[in-house]
Nanobody
Framework: VQLVESGGGSVQAGGSLTLSCAVS????????IGWFRQSPEKEREGVAA???????FAIHSVKGRFSVSRDNAKNTVYLHMNNVQPEDTAMYFC????????????????????WGQGTQVTVSS
């Protein structure tokens, strides 16, 4: 299984970015994707996720600003980031879970089986 993130970059506070996670080599059409972020000052945290049943979840600090969607035809999952703030600056990773079906809360990273290399998001004030 291979996950490749793209779409990161530098943006001013209040701006928008859409990150993409392209999935290849997974034998099933339904899967859960989680988005995580990590900065030098903080531990890795789960940000948002979409379940195999298309249920979604976003953590409190990004709820209403970030959302997750998928394009099944492209095997790609997106993290739509609006009104970004300097505290959103981090390396963003997507990860695939074969075990999570329905999302009621952000799944812990131990439930994810494959990870991408990450894409950097830098927000300036």
């Amino acid at each position: 299984v291979q996950l490749v993130e793209s779409g990161g970059g530098s943006v001013q506070a209040g701006g928008s970015l859409t990150l993409s996670c392209a999935v290849s080599g997974y034998p099933y059409s339904r899967y859960c994707i989680g988005w995580f972020r990590q900065s030098p000052e903080k531990e890795r945290e789960g940000v948002a996720a979409i379940g195999a049943d298309d249920s979604t979840f976003a953590i409190h600090s990004v709820k209403g600003r970030f959302s997750v969607s998928r394009d099944n035809a492209k095997n790609t999952v997106y993290l739509h980031m609006n009104n970004v703030q300097p505290e959103d600056t981090a390396m963003y990773f997507c990860a695939l879970s074969s075990r999570v079906h329905n999302i009621l809360a952000m799944p812990r990273d131990v439930f994810f089986d494959a990870w991408g290399q990450g894409t950097q998001v830098t927000v300036s004030s």
